[in-house]
């Protein structure tokens, strides 16, 4: 029995887990903390080292990573919050040091092919993930295939201008999605809002999160419920371009914002409507939550382990 070893690494914390080949159940699940002792790639050879099964042979490691990269030369280009990561060729070294094929994909991108191979979009042929948290990243499932593009930059659904000129966006761009619908953007606005004289019962705060905005919606805080109005519209008009270039089936929303519910998911679908240019990109449409939850990317990284090696696109 081989075993796949997959890996998640995230700003605070990197998590591996070993998984039989045909289970996906976990046998063994370790974390670390990102940041400490020695540099992440050594943090990070050390869990691979801890859940190293005694018995069966290692087939090979899968890792999800935040940043952008090349899945084919295993190389990641940037990752926030981790120095020297810049052009590191993570897939290599990894190769080097455990002897055994690895393979790396961007985390956004692997939360899609995990909700496609084991969770809501299980079924679905055309699928389109976002999340929505301090970010907004996604992947795009087109006839069954995670859509790469020529460098393994494609998916990238947070970074499309829906305001030229509008607040700096975290890539050094200006007006992108991110940077006016995602947590942050959301928690700015009521900020802003009430430095300008509105009022809201999240007056008085120092430190605005996009949960308070959202739990103050939930008890019909107007300006939050602007906030989250507001957000959702941007997502929704993006949201539209995305069902005209990609036409998916299903639409899953994943990450901390899309638990405001409702308070977010109808301005989505209210700014759908209002600019798909046919309604037949919205008959049978499915919109669902994601079901893998905070495991996005460690069964993402397990479902790239189960692809051929060498997929012919
Ligand atoms: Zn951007």
């Known amino acids: ?53 005694e018995h069966g042979a290692v087939e090979k490691i899968v890792v999800a990573l935040p940043g952008p990269l090349n899945p084919e030369t295993g190389v990641i280009f940037s990752a926030p919050n981790i120095a020297g990561w810049e052009n590191f060729p993570i897939g290599p070294e990894l190769e080097k040091r455990f002897g055994v094929p690895a393979r790396i994909g961007n985390d956004a991108n692997l ?28 992947g795009v499932i087109s006839d069954d295939r995670l859509l790469l593009g020529f460098r393994g930059l494609a998916g990238e659904v947070g970074h499309v201008t829906v305001l030229p000129d509008g607040p700096l966006c975290g890539c050094g761009q200006r007006g992108h999605l991110e940077t006016l619908a995602a947590g942050p953007a ?20 120092k430190k605005i999160t996009a949960r308070e905005v959202s739990e103050a919606a939930s008890q019909g805080d107007v300006l939050a ?71 996005a990317g460690l069964m993402g990284a397990l479902a790239l382990g189960l692809l051929p090696d060498k997929p012919d696109n």
């Open 1 to 53: 029995m081989t075993i796949i070893i997959a890996l998640d690494i995230g700003g605070t914390q990197i998590r591996a887990a070993a998984f039989r080949r045909g289970s996906t159940t976990p046998e063994t699940v370790q974390r670390t903390p990102t940041r400490g002792e020695g540099t992440a790639f050594e943090r990070m050879c050390a869990l691979i080292q801890s859940i190293w099964p």
């Open 111 to 138: 939360a899609a092919l995990g909700e496609w191979r084991f969770g809501v979009a299980q079924g679905h042929h055309h699928v389109l993930y976002l999340t929505i948290s301090t970010g907004i990243g996604g």
């Open 186 to 205: 959301i928690a700015r606005y009521v900020q802003e809002q009430i430095k300008g004289g509105a009022t809201s019962s999240l007056q008085g705060k």
């Open 225 to 295: 419920i602007q906030a989250l109005e507001r957000a959702g519209t941007y997502i929704g008009q993006a949201l539209a371009s995305y069902l005209h270039l990609f036409n998916p089936s299903i639409v899953i929303f994943g990450g901390g914002v899309s638990f405001s519910g409702n308070l977010l998911l109808g301005p989505v679908k209210a700014a759908l409507e209002k600019h798909v240019m046919d309604k037949s990109y919205l008959k049978d449409l499915v919109i669902a939550n994601a079901a893998l939850g905070d495991d």
